[in-house]
C-alpha cells in the first residue's frame, strides 16, 4: 500500500510504503513524480518504508520498472532523496546511489524520521 506525505508542499513527493504493494500503488508514484517532474524546477523525493511492507524483489522490481521510466529521464531534475527504513537493504541500496545517481541520497533509520524530513525540505 502506498500513503502520500506532505501533499502540500511543492518540490517534494513523500509517500510510505507498507503493507503489500501493488502495479496500481506504483503508478500512482510515477503519476505523481511525473506531475511533478512536469511542473517544478526540482523535485526532492521523500520515502518511508515499513517495517511490514512483503518483500517479493520479483515483484517490487517488475512494478518499478514504471518508476524507473519517469525518473531516468529526469535524473536532472530529481535534486534530493531521503528514504527512512530500518531494513539492511535499503541502506546497501543508498551506499551505492553514487554509482548511479548524482543526487544527494541519505537512509535514516525509522527514529530519525523527523530528522531525514527536517533534511529533504532544507533548502540546501
Known amino acids: 500500500m502506498i500513503a502520500f506525505l506532505h501533499e ?3 518540490n517534494l513527493v513523500a509517500f510510505r510504503l507498507s503493507g503489500t504493494v501493488s502495479a496500481e500503488d506504483i503508478d500512482q508514484v510515477a503519476d505523481r ?6 511542473s517544478e524546477e526540482f523535485v526532492n523525493l521523500y520515502v518511508e518504508i515499513d517495517n511490514d511492507l512483503q518483500e517479493s524483489f520479483g515483484g517490487i522490481s517488475e512494478q518499478a520498472k514504471k ?3 519517469v525518473i531516468l ?4 531534475k530529481l535534486r534530493k532523496a531521503a528514504v527512512v527504513s530500518d531494513k539492511s537493504w535499503i ?4 551506499d551505492f546511489k553514487d554509482m548511479f545517481f548524482s ?4 537512509a535514516f533509520p525509522e ?3 523527523d530528522g531525514a524530513f527536517e533534511w529533504i525540505t532544507a533548502k540546501k
Open 8 to 10: 502540500e508542499l511543492p
Open 33 to 38: 513524480l511525473e506531475k511533478s517532474f512536469d
Open 67 to 69: 518508476g524507473f521510466s
Open 73 to 76: 529521464p529526469n535524473l536532472g
Open 91 to 94: 541502506q546497501k541500496i543508498t
Open 103 to 106: 543526487m544527494d541520497m541519505k
Open 111 to 113: 527514529s530519525e524520521s
